[in-house]
């Protein structure tokens, strides 16, 4: 799962969310600097990664991808998983996905002190174009990837993703629907999260 998913995933709880948010980039058990909720969100977004890893629906997406993406594929599915939330956000909230994000933007800059230095250097990049929002556009994901290929070691090959999702929309949609509801169970379960 990409940005989107775990913040859905992180419930209304905004120290949980910003855990959530965080999840990649604090190593370890560096956790102790953190306020509980957080550190309970960093421990979820880490356990919903475990969780999608091992998912039969997140490996034949894989599949789908690993010809143009080799060992990067799942990197590739995360963010078409998004992009499938974003579509079918009324599947799964009550929100307004524009609500929605605008407002988790709020609350990241009302505690931007917390934030990793990597995270406050893209967050003002991520609210001025808009990321999470733009996930539900073709044009949104390509922009993810090439910005994702520009610094980090993800092949740049967005033109190849884009044909993917479009030839087999039905069914990563199908696979993400499948998976999604179970990672929201096991979330809940697991963690005490309640969502809308």
């Known amino acids: 799962m990409n940005f989107l998913a775990h913040l859905y995933l ?10 959530n ?8 058990s560096h956790l102790e600097g953190f306020p509980l909720g957080v550190q309970k969100g960093i421990t979820a977004h880490r356990a919903i990664d475990t969780f999608t890893d091992k998912h039969n ?16 594929a799942g990197v590739v599915v995360d963010v078409l998983f998004d992009h499938i939330l974003a579509k079918e956000w009324e599947r799964y909230s009550e929100s307004d996905l524009k609500w929605f994000t605008r407002k988790f933007y709020f609350q990241m800059l009302q505690r931007y002190t917390l934030l990793p230095d990597r995270v406050k250097k893209f967050l003002p990049f991520m609210i001025q174009s808009n990321r999470l929002y733009s996930y539900r556009t073709h044009d949104g994901v390509k922009r993810a990837l090439e910005i994702m290929s520009s610094v980090t070691s993800l092949p740049e090959n967005s033109e190849f993703a884009i044909d993917v999702l479009n030839k087999n929309y039905t069914e990563l949609s199908a696979h993400f629907n499948t998976l999604f509801p179970e990672i929201i169970e096991f979330i809940g379960r697991e963690f005490d999260i309640s969502f809308d």
């Open 10 to 19: 992180s419930g209304s709880d905004t120290d949980i969310r910003l855990g």
């Open 21 to 28: 948010f965080i999840g990649d980039y604090v190593k370890g």
């Open 57 to 72: 629906s997140t490996h034949s997406c894989v599949e789908l991808l690993r010809p143009g993406y080799g060992k990067y």
